[in-house]
C-alpha cells in the first residue's frame, strides 16, 4: 500500500514538475518577444528621428534649382570678406547666426583674425549659413543672414564685418525668436549702412535664395556643423573653441611657411 502511494505521488510531482516547465518556457518565449518588440520599436524610432532630422536639413536647402545674386563685394561667391584678394591665404570661417559656439569662436578669434587680414598675407571668408533656423521662432538665422548680406551689397564689406561683429555682439539665445528687423537695422545704420538703402530688402529678404543656396553649398561641402573653418581649403579639427583658434593659427603658419 505505501509502495502504490510512493509511485502515485512520484507521477505526480512528475506531472507538476512537467508542468511548471511548460509554465516557464511560456514565460520566457513571452519575454523574449517583448525583449524583440521593444528592441524593434527603439530602433524604429531612431530612424524616424534620424529621417526626420534629415528631411527638415533638405527641406532648408535649395531644392528648386532657382538661382541667386550674390551681393556686390561677397567673394567666392558667398562670403564676406577681410583683406587682401590676393593674399597667400585664405581662412573660411562658415558660420551660423544662432550658433552659441560659433559666438564664442568670434569672441576669443575676432580680433586675431583681423590682425592677420591686415598683415596682407591672409584673406578671412565669414560664408554665414542658415542651417539652424528650426532653432528660432522667427528663422533669425535666415533672417540674420540675409541682413549681413544687404548691408554688404549696399556699403561694402568694411561696413558689413562692422555689423557681423555686432550681431554677434548680440548674440541671442537658441530657441527665441532672435533678433528683431529693427533692432538689426538700428545696428547696420551704426555700422555705418545708409537706413533708406537696407530697410526693404530686410525686411523683404531680399537676398533670401542666396542664403539658401549658401546653405546648400556648405552642406555639399561635407559640413554638417558650425563653426567649420578651413585654411587654404583644409578643414582645420578641434574640441573646444580655444582649440579651434590655436589649430587655425597654426594652419596658417604652416600654409605662410610654405
Known amino acids: 500500500?505505501?509502495?502504490?502511494?510512493?509511485?502515485?505521488?512520484?507521477?505526480a510531482n512528475l506531472q507538476r514538475?512537467?508542468?511548471?516547465?511548460?509554465?516557464?518556457?511560456e514565460q520566457e518565449a513571452k519575454e523574449r518577444r517583448t525583449r524583440a518588440f521593444i528592441v524593434t520599436g527603439t530602433v524604429a524610432a531612431v530612424l524616424v528621428v534620424v529621417v526626420a532630422l534629415v528631411v527638415g536639413f533638405q527641406a532648408s536647402r535649395d531644392t528648386t534649382g532657382r538661382a541667386a545674386t550674390s551681393p556686390a563685394g561677397a567673394v567666392d561667391?558667398?562670403?564676406?570678406?577681410?583683406g587682401q584678394d590676393d593674399a597667400p591665404v585664405v581662412v573660411t570661417v562658415y558660420e551660423d547666426m544662432m550658433c552659441p559656439f560659433c559666438g564664442l569662436f568670434e569672441s576669443i578669434s575676432s580680433e586675431r583674425?583681423?590682425?592677420?587680414?591686415?598683415?596682407?598675407?591672409v584673406q578671412v571668408r565669414y560664408h554665414v549659413v542658415s542651417f539652424l533656423d528650426r532653432a528660432s521662432e522667427t528663422r533669425y538665422s535666415t533672417r540674420a543672414a540675409n541682413a549681413i548680406a544687404v548691408v554688404l551689397d549696399t556699403a561694402g564689406p568694411e561696413v558689413a564685418v562692422a555689423f557681423h561683429d555686432?550681431?554677434?555682439?548680440?548674440?541671442p539665445p537658441e530657441g527665441g525668436p532672435g533678433l528683431p528687423d529693427e533692432q538689426m537695422i538700428e545696428m547696420a545704420?551704426?555700422?555705418g549702412a545708409d537706413r533708406a538703402a537696407i530697410e526693404g530688402p530686410i525686411a523683404d529678404l531680399a537676398f533670401e535664395q542666396w542664403v539658401v543656396n549658401s546653405t546648400g553649398e556648405w552642406s555639399d561641402r561635407g559640413f554638417t556643423g558650425t563653426p567649420t573653418v578651413t585654411v587654404n581649403d583644409e578643414k582645420?579639427?578641434?574640441?573646444?573653441?580655444?582649440d579651434l583658434l590655436a589649430g587655425t593659427e597654426?594652419?596658417?603658419d604652416e600654409a605662410l611657411a610654405d
Do not use: C, H, W
Open 189 to 191: 545704420v551704426e555700422a
Open 113 to 121: 583674425m583681423k590682425e592677420y587680414a591686415e598683415s596682407g598675407d
Open 77 to 82: 561667391g558667398y562670403a564676406l570678406p577681410i
Open 236 to 242: 582645420v579639427e578641434f574640441t573646444s573653441a580655444e
Open 166 to 171: 555686432a550681431l554677434f555682439a548680440n548674440q
Open 250 to 252: 597654426a594652419a596658417i
Open 1 to 11: 500500500m505505501s509502495k502504490r502511494q510512493s509511485n502515485a505521488t512520484k507521477q
Open 17 to 25: 514538475a512537467s508542468e511548471r516547465a511548460a509554465i516557464r518556457a
